[in-house]
């Protein structure tokens, strides 16, 4: 709604409306209510209604309005707020009586933080995972994260981008009494506006360890793939460059692909993996890997290792694969992905068993004992010739050991699945 503010005090329905229109300087206010229907409000004709007027009373944004001001989405004020009977000449918020945030009691395992402001961490009977929203689409929001127990880890991922000094996750460690947090967004980055008593720490070390590859895709132009962790840049193929494909990603930038022979490649001279690996990606399709597509790529995949998302075999969809010494391959299923959003894909090998991970869920895992030796590229490709098909990838990272399942949900929770 475009005016600055309303001046709702006491006033007719019609010098309502016409305020409403104009706009003036402050808001004043009792319960706003019209004794004659509903009426809406396109403000600046984008045939989308700002406001509703009925009898139950004054609705901003969306939703059923109630007997006083709802307010849904951001609310921007220049003047002066008074609420219930305390009064104020300055710009600031007073508030006579209470105000109801919404609470979020988190469990062991993998939470989303998306509406609250409050959430409560229940460690007492395993590790607790929080995935803050993405910083960029929450510029001016603060969550407080308050720990319950003092069992086991909290770990807090940065939702798409970093927590202030630490590269992309704190955590606090068990027996840290009982501490709490309260984190703003800048629109980049979340920062920690506060905290009472634990100190956090970085929690990516372990991450850090046997990284041989990370390809973050945050590049803007030319057509170099940097590797951030090790020697194997990479270069982009069939004249594809970063200019006009570098896209919002899960974690910042990524890389869009839109043609079959668009792909992100490094050659590789000899073995890059030999006893175990885990390897991490986010994918973002707008196309359903459970349905044939039109143009496949090679049926079954080629390569040692990686991810399948189309085949025209049912066996090589949306499944991780690995190729053994005898040349045979084995696959575990992904089962779920979310078209249209950032979906994080990852595969571990611990020399025995091969398991794949979707948003931080253990999804499939086949007993697989040795891997075959492998000379060539590593390649990021679009998985079909379809011109409707896009597809983007961001921060592929490979490690020559094994993720454990905390690992890869700590992976997952530095991203966003906007």
Do not use: C
Not at 181 to 189: E, L, R
Not at 241 to 269: E, W
């Amino acid at each position: 709604m475009t005016p600055s503010s309303l001046n709702l005090r006491g006033l007719n329905f019609s010098h309502l409306l016409f305020l409403v229109v104009l706009g003036n300087t402050s808001l004043l206010f009792a319960d706003v209510t019209s004794n004659r229907g509903s009426v809406t409000f396109d403000v600046n004709a984008d045939s989308q209604t700002e406001a509703n007027l009925t009898t139950n009373g004054l609705k901003l944004g969306t939703g059923t309005p109630s007997a006083s001001l709802d307010v849904s989405g951001n609310t921007l004020v220049t003047g002066t707020i008074a609420v219930g009977t305390t009064t104020s000449s300055s710009s600031n918020l007073y508030v006579s009586g209470s105000i109801s945030m919404s609470v979020f009691s988190a469990t062991p395992g993998t939470n989303i933080i998306q509406n609250s402001s409050v959430v409560l961490a229940d460690s007492s009977s395993g590790n607790v995972y929080l995935s803050l929203p993405d910083p960029r689409v929450s510029a001016g929001r603060m969550v407080t994260i308050k720990r319950v127990s003092t069992s086991n880890n909290v770990t807090i991922g940065g939702g798409g981008g970093n927590i202030e000094n630490f590269e992309s996750f704190v955590e606090i460690p068990a027996g840290n009494d009982l501490p709490s947090y309260v984190f703003v967004s800048d629109g980049i980055q979340w920062y920690i506006l506060s905290s009472i008593f634990a100190t956090p720490t970085e929690a990516t070390a372990s991450l850090a360890a046997n990284l041989i590859l990370r390809w973050p895709l945050d590049e803007s132009s030319g057509n170099i793939v940097t590797d951030t962790s090790g020697s194997y840049t990479g270069n982009l193929t069939n004249e594809h460059q970063f200019s006009g494909n570098s896209v919002s990603g899960a974690i910042y930038s990524a890389l869009r692909f839109d043609d079959l022979s668009d792909s992100a490649t490094h050659t590789q001279a000899g073995n890059l993996l030999t006893t175990e690996y885990s390897w991490s990606l986010w994918v973002n399709m707008n196309d359903d890997p459970s349905v044939a597509p039109s143009v496949a790529p090679d049926d079954p995949p080629v390569g040692a290792l990686g991810y399948s998302f189309l085949s025209d075999n049912t066996q090589w969809r949306n499944v991780v694969f690995h190729r053994k010494a005898d040349d045979s391959l084995v696959g575990a299923n992904v089962n779920t992905f979310n078209t249209g959003s950032w979906n994080h894909i990852a595969a571990t090998w611990d020399g025995s068993t091969l398991s794949a991970y979707h948003n931080g869920t253990l999804t499939e895992s086949i007993a697989v004992a040795d891997l075959s030796t492998q000379a060539g590229n590593i390649i990021l490709q679009h998985p079909g010739d379809d011109s409707s098909v896009t597809s983007s990838v961001d921060d592929l990272r490979i490690f020559n050991r094994a993720l454990n399942l905390g690992e890869v949900q700590t992976l997952y929770l530095g991203g966003s699945t906007e």
